[in-house]
């Protein structure tokens, strides 16, 4: 009875792997360590007539080899939606028919490192100012099916989604705005300060999120650093800061986005109980 467990690894946050597992199992044999060395996401500038080449550094820390197979997908995080992965093309931005790999799959030697390389070209088409993104699926798998004593077999599959980003034109500072703040309280009882921040530029951001909190007097008293995330234009990516260490009481705040160049604040007004 073969068994595949797939493991998911993904981006946006300040390259932290935020791993989904489909299906465990109680017995299993250990997973082939196919790792990515030089980051999850990968931005660039490109125009109409130029060409880019990027890489991507791939090692398989497993003792046995393992094959790795190259696909392209869409990254669409739309408000109020869950992060999908869609066939690549689909949204009017995407980067995927202006990349190509060398490669779409390889057999890696046991402690093999590996250099993918991409290559984005616009060719001759006019482009539109903004950023035109698309993620590489980087899938590792064993090349040969392995039968254990009790007759099962088991897969294991590795799935990596590299962020590609290629901004067309100078680059413009997004309007970042905040919806959907709310307070919510957490099984193990931690409060969470929790909101949705929306790109309505036309260039993808990175941001750098922080939140001061101050008491009924306005004197500030902590400030606290949360993930730092990207949101693509015209999507939106959600955001959780854990409140510690507060007494009961009510408190005032401000969120605060840094984008690097422009500032974006939000006041909140917070009762803990």
Known sequence: MPIRIFIFFCFPMKNILKTLILLTLSSYSSF????????LTHTHSFGTGQKVIGKIEIKNESVKPTKILIYK??????????????????QPYSLHKYLTTNVDEK???????????????AGSDS???GSYWTVLMIEGADPVKEEEANGVQINS?????????????????????????????????????????????????????????????????????????RVYPSQCNDFEVELLGFPKGKYEGIIITDNGIDLFGANISLELD
């Open 32 to 39: 082939a360590a196919i790792v990515i060395t030089n980051g």
């Open 73 to 90: 997908q869409d990254l669409e995080s739309y408000c109020g939606q869950n992060i999908t992965y869609s066939t690549s093309g689909n």
């Open 107 to 121: 057999v890696l030697a046991a402690n093999e490192q590996y250099v993918l390389y991409y290559t984005i070209s």
């Open 127 to 129: 482009l539109n100012n």
């Open 157 to 229: 599959v590795v799935r990596y989604a590299v962020q590609i980003i290629a901004d067309a034109g100078k680059f413009q500072s997004p309007k970042l705005s905040y919806e959907d703040i709310k307070l919510n309280t957490r099984e193990d009882s931690v409060k969470v300060l929790g909101f949705r921040l929306k790109n309505e530029g036309g260039f993808s951001t990175k941001t750098k999120v922080l939140v001061e909190i101050y008491d009924e007097k306005g004197q500030k008293i902590k400030t606290i650093d949360g993930l730092g995330k």
